[in-house]
């Protein structure tokens, strides 16, 4: 039961990567649309996305690696 409890503990934490994924891809929608907007502004709207991006890749990171921890820390 055990095993099967972080199995399905596991599953929910990966799905921290389709969060991440819609936030993404929001934010690049938005950073291209501001950019169409305002040409000038480029540079500072892709150092802003790109800040925001690793933010996000960084939480789906830390679900995968919950997700790992779940299953293979203290298997016996």
Known sequence: ????????????????????????????GKAVEGISRQPEQSGKITTTLLIGCGFAEATAIYG??????????GIK
């Not at 039961?1 to 690049?28: F, H, K, Y």
């Not at 995968?64 to 820390?73: G, N, Q």
């Open 64 to 73: 995968l690696l919950i997700s790992i921890l779940l299953i293979f820390v």
């Open 1 to 28: 039961m055990e095993i099967a409890m972080r199995a399905l503990g596991a599953g929910i934490a990966v799905l921290v990567g389709i969060g991440a994924g819609i936030g993404i891809g929001n934010a690049t």
